[in-house]
């Protein structure tokens, strides 16, 4: 359920895209969102699905203060792309999954007003994440939407995404449940593209190499065969010659 507060007039508000804040805290904070939206990005191309990462979202029409901004949102059911602003009259579907990079500085807003908020609005899933490992000592905390009130997620799995979380060093790493299979990260992806490229070119060369060996191998063989015929046609041409002499060739042992 949507928890929205009513129309408050027939004039449709201004809603900002930008209130000329920081993106992210520290360094870590801002590549932990990052990464994470590229890989969830990735993950969900082709989907009916879109991630959104520091975009307010407007949840109370004719109400544009009240809004939010999460590190890192999943909405599922909507038109892929991206957006200036997120607002849930619109789209018709609440985020299903939502991350903070969290910090001290956010604890409280992130532990209360949020979870709170994100509760009321019926977000499926919230995570906090803490790259530094300064307030949350296993890193990454997960909640779980049921019967309206969120509950600790106890084996670190989201089940919207059907992903693994597990904390990578100052990032989420994200593994499929179906596969197991882990969601490269974009210098992963550009890594593991290299070593593929460099494989295929090692492999190209091996066959190069088989190629070239086995056509002086052809090449030796054909020289053995002339060599054995030009014999062959020198012992016939001395045969010939005995028996113009009155010798029998195949007399002699």
């Known amino acids: 359920m949507t928890a929205t507060l009513p129309v408050a007039s027939q004039t449709e508000p201004f809603y900002p895209s930008a209130d000329g804040e920081p993106v992210a805290e520290t360094y870590d904070h801002l ?4 990464t994470t939206l590229e890989v969830l990005k990735q993950y969900l191309a082709g989907r009916q699905a879109t991630v959104l990462a520091n975009q307010f979202l407007y949840y109370s029409q004719g109400f544009p203060k009240l809004r939010v901004a999460p590190d890192v949102m999943v909405i ?3 038109s892929p792309g991206g957006r200036d602003n997120y607002k849930i009259w619109e789209e018709g579907q609440v985020p299903s999954v939502i991350f903070e990079m969290t910090s001290p500085g ?3 807003q992130d532990e209360v007003f949020k979870k709170t908020l994100y509760e009321q609005l019926g977000v499926k899933e919230y995570w906090l994440f803490d790259p530094k490992g300064e307030w ?3 890193q990454l905390r997960g909640y779980r939407l049921h019967r309206g009130t969120y509950e600790p997620i106890e084996d670190n799995r989201s089940e919207p995404l059907q992903l693994r979380l597990q904390v990578e060093g100052q990032l989420i790493g994200f593994y499929r449940e179906d596969t197991g299979e882990k969601l490269l990260l974009p210098e992963e992806l550009t890594q593991a593209l290299q070593q593929e490229v460099l494989a295929r070119q090692q492999a190209e060369e091996r066959a190069e190499q088989e190629k070239q060996r086995a056509e002086q191998e052809r ?3 054909e020289q053995e065969r002339q060599r054995a015929e030009q014999a062959e046609a020198q012992v016939q041409q001395l045969k010939e010659r005995l028996r113009s ?7 002699i042992e």
């Open 106 to 108: 956010t604890k409280e």
């Open 31 to 34: 590549y932990a969102l990052l």
């Open 76 to 78: 599922f059911d909507v």
């Open 219 to 221: 090449q030796r063989a």
């Open 245 to 251: 002499l009155g010798v029998d060739p195949d007399a």
């Open 136 to 138: 949350l000592q296993e």
